[in-house]
């Protein structure tokens, strides 16, 4: 099993920056990869950034060259680095992470970000 602690959220002005930590623990076998998802208020949950086993980094159109995932193994920590931040990008991120031993996948609780204009 594999806990996600989300943390790192709060209020921002527009074109002010983020960092997001992610603590992970429980097992690391068999990593697929881990993501960060965010969701708007009576919006839809979307991908914005993922990492996978071997580091290899995918972004949203929306977010990229202003995001950035991004891993320290060492404190078993995914981050989500955010820069030149957008009212668009308010919402609750969540951290997200898949094993291919497991037929479920793990979510942390959120942390909620707030960009004003």
């Known amino acids: 099993q594999v806990q996600l602690v989300e943390s790192g959220g709060g209020l921002v002005q527009a074109g002010g920056s983020l960092r997001l930590p992610c603590a992970a623990s429980g097992s690391r076998s068999s990593i697929v990869g881990m993501s960060w998802y965010r969701q708007a208020r009576g919006k839809r949950r979307e991908l914005v950034a993922n990492?996978?086993?071997?580091?290899?980094?995918n972004y949203a159109d929306s977010v990229k060259g202003r995001l950035t995932i991004s891993r320290d193994t060492a404190k078993n920590t995914l981050y989500l680095q955010m820069n030149s931040l957008k009212p668009e990008d308010t919402g609750a991120y969540y951290c997200?992470?898949?094993?291919?031993?497991?037929?479920?996948?793990?979510w942390g609780q959120g942390t909620h970000v707030t960009v004003s204009a």
């Open positions: 997200h992470l898949r094993r291919s031993i497991d037929p479920y996948e793990y």
């Open positions: 990492i996978t086993s071997g580091g290899t980094t």
